[in-house]
């Protein structure tokens, strides 16, 4: 059961929903982007603290090594004196502060105001007093998390323990961190807003054939197939686009046949049908000349039944099941169809030319069409012609032939003999009461095999049509009005 959507429910376009997946992808990939970036970021600037406090114990060695006492000129023996000297020269960063400890007890301080004195933090400086080894760590302040080292330093024979404790704030560096994230989150949304602004126009250039598609399709009526979609570019929607105009093509052909179909056979019939009432109106009482109203009125139904059947097979060759295919003896066709065609009419009747081949064709409807050229030759030559009924091969492509020396067509007849209910009834002959549609069904056998009809012809010496037909027809279905070419006049 068909479900229609609720009046309320919102219908989203191809297009919105397209630039919407493609901006979720993209910014789940953005947000992917800045979360691996903060924490890149963040890792770096904590092994930089770590760095830093490495660093200053460094400094500090190379100090000791490289200064003296001012008092004695000689270099250190105690350990207030050095790490004061060192203090007092240091110049610290705004996020870092550098003290000493003399005995567990803080001694001296770098010169610049730290975020947070950490050497008046009686539990801070309990942690970190008698470590006899270098130390790192991390604690928490009140200007927010800090990471710290403490350096002990002893003198051989100096009863003072002393040590330099290193501190790095670490809230600077993460605003900083934060800042650097902020600015990548700002840039990435302006790059999210064009991308998808550019998508949004690239998506509609590319789905303009769609939309006009869609717009053609609305104001498609069945009286009016003429609109076709401008194709441009090689794309899958371009490719769409042709289908849609091949669609239409197709339905064109359909229904102008149809239509072809509706207006010949109400034309052809109306006038039997007339003929028909007007003798059952006027039928006399006496039995002779009834006898001849109902002999008169069945040959008219029996013409109305082979007209009828002659529509059907033409409306049935626009159908894909027309053609039943398989292996066909050229050489056993043509003499099949002489033997047949000598019923026709009193003719020298002849073979032309023979070709040992074999095609996948439908042998019946192949037999039809010649059986329809003789019966046509028969029409328009007498009993001293001659009817010759051949076979060749030419590179790809087979011929069959139908010649008679008869009276021939007229150049200007010759462009309409293979449309629907055409005549040629030739001054002081009598014509054979044919509909004017064996080779109109000529002409449709030969399109269906993917073939066309192929006329030669000079007034009063004679005819040739020739059935010009693939050896080897494509393997799909026949469709109206697709690649068949319409009959040839050689002149």
């Known amino acids: 059961m068909l479900r229609h959507p609720a009046p309320h429910a919102v219908s989203l376009s191809a297009r919105s929903r397209i630039i919407g997946w493609m901006m979720l992808l993209v910014a789940l990939a953005l947000s992917a982007e800045l979360l691996i970036a903060a924490r890149v970021l963040t890792e770096r600037a904590e092994a930089e603290l770590d760095q830093e406090l490495v660093h200053e114990g460094h400094k500090l060695r190379d100090y000791a090594g490289r200064t003296v006492d001012p008092a004695t000129g000689e270099p250190y023996r105690e350990v207030r004196g050095l790490l004061a000297g060192y203090l007092a020269e240091a110049v610290p960063d705004a996020d870092e502060t550098l003290f000493s400890l003399i005995d567990g007890r803080p001694a001296h301080?770098?010169?610049?105001?730290?975020?947070?004195?950490?050497?008046?933090?009686?539990?801070?400086?309990?942690?970190?007093?008698?470590?006899?080894?270098?130390?790192?760590?991390?604690?928490?302040?009140?200007?927010?998390?800090?990471?710290?080292?403490?350096?002990?330093?002893?003198?051989?024979?100096?009863?003072?323990?002393?040590?330099?404790?290193?501190?790095?704030?670490?809230?600077?560096?993460?605003?900083?961190?934060?800042?650097?994230?902020?600015?990548?989150?700002?840039?990435?949304?302006?790059?999210?807003s064009l991308a998808g602004l550019a998508s949004w126009q690239v998506a509609g250039r590319v789905l303009a054939p769609i939309r006009t598609l869609r717009r053609t399709a609305e104001t498609i009526r069945g009286s009016d197939l003429d609109q076709r979609i401008t194709v441009t570019g090689t794309d899958d929607v371009a490719a769409l686009a042709r289908t849609f105009n091949e669609m239409l093509d197709r339905l064109q052909s359909a229904f102008a046949g149809q239509r072809q179909f509706l207006d010949d056979a109400s034309h052809e019939l109306r006038t039997p049908i007339t003929v028909i009432r007007g003798h059952l109106e006027l039928i006399s009482e006496d039995p002779a000349k009834r006898k001849r109203?109902?002999?008169?009125?069945?040959?008219?139904?029996?013409?109305?039944?082979?007209?009828v059947d002659d529509l059907m097979l033409l409306a049935k060759a626009e159908r894909p099941d027309f053609l039943d295919?398989?292996?066909?003896?050229?050489?056993?066709?043509?003499?099949?169809?002489?033997?047949?065609?000598?019923?026709?009419?009193?003719?020298?009747?002849?073979?032309?030319?023979?070709?040992?081949?074999?095609?996948?064709?439908?042998?019946?409807?192949?037999?039809?069409?010649?059986?329809?050229?003789?019966?046509?030759?028969?029409?328009?030559?007498?009993?001293?012609d001659r009817i010759s009924i051949g076979a060749t091969t030419v590179t790809d492509r087979l011929r069959l032939s139908v010649t008679d020396t008869g009276t021939g067509i007229a150049p200007e007849d010759q462009t309409r003999i293979f449309d629907r209910f055409t005549r040629l009834d030739h001054p002081g002959r009598r014509s054979r009461g044919g509909a004017g549609l064996g080779l109109a069904i000529v002409a449709s056998i030969a399109h269906a095999h993917g073939g066309r009809v192929l006329l030669d012809s000079?007034?009063?010496?004679?005819?040739?049509?020739?059935?010009?037909?693939?050896?080897?027809?494509?393997?799909?279905?026949?469709?109206?009005g697709a690649a068949a070419d319409s009959p040839r006049i050689h002149r």
Do not use: C
């Not at 192949?366 to 050229?373: E, G």
């Not at 000079?458 to 109206?480: C, E």
């Open 109 to 192: 301080r770098a010169r610049t105001e730290p975020l947070a004195r950490l050497d008046t933090d009686p539990q801070f400086v309990g942690r970190i007093a008698g470590l006899g080894q270098p130390q790192t760590g991390t604690v928490t302040s009140t200007a927010g998390p800090v990471r710290y080292a403490v350096f002990p330093v002893r003198f051989e024979g100096a009863p003072d323990l002393g040590a330099l404790v290193v501190v790095e704030f670490a809230a600077p560096v993460k605003e900083r961190v934060a800042s650097t994230v902020r600015v990548l989150g700002a840039v990435s949304f302006v790059a999210l």
């Open 293 to 307: 109203t109902l002999a008169l009125v069945l040959d008219e139904l029996q013409r109305m039944n082979r007209l």
């Open 325 to 384: 295919l398989s292996e066909v003896d050229v050489t056993d066709l043509v003499m099949q169809v002489l033997a047949k065609a000598g019923a026709l009419g009193d003719r020298h009747w002849t073979v032309s030319d023979l070709t040992e081949q074999t095609v996948l064709a439908d042998n019946q409807r192949l037999t039809q069409a010649l059986m329809q050229l003789a019966a046509n030759a028969v029409r328009h030559t007498r009993p001293t």
């Open 458 to 480: 000079t007034p009063g010496k004679g005819s040739t049509f020739t059935l010009d037909l693939p050896l080897t027809p494509a393997h799909r279905p026949h469709r109206p």
